[in-house]
């Protein structure tokens, strides 16, 4: 079994972008300097570019998750001091 040099690249970038070791545009100047010497072919270029475009997707999906959970709380929040506020006004107007 031989060494297949293109393989490892290809898969040590697409990793390494999927476990965020590595930023998604360093990635891609690495993966284009591949190609340039022949090291990966224009394939295996095009999956590092679709898993640094899955990983930005992933990402988007991950902060406006986290944008929209953060929002919730705040809501949450807004409405318990509301309803504590209220009770506090309503007690304090029975003295």
């Not at 290809?10 to 390494?16: A, K, M, V």
């Not at 990966?40 to 899955?54: C, E, G, Y």
């Not at 990402?59 to 705040?74: C, F, I, L, R, Y």
């Not at 506020?85 to 007690?91: K, S, Y």
């Amino acid at each position: 079994m031989s060494f297949d040099l293109s393989k490892f690249l290809t898969e040590g970038l697409i990793s390494s972008i999927n476990n965020g070791l590595i930023p998604s545009d360093l990635a891609t100047a690495y993966a284009g300097n591949y190609l340039v010497k022949s090291l990966i072919t224009q394939t295996q270029f095009n999956q590092v570019s679709d898993a640094i475009v899955a990983y930005k997707a992933a990402q988007a999906e991950a902060t406006a998750k986290d944008s929209k959970e953060a929002q919730e709380v705040a809501k949450q929040a807004a409405s318990s001091l509301a309803t504590q506020t209220e009770t506090t006004v309503d007690h304090s107007s029975t003295h």
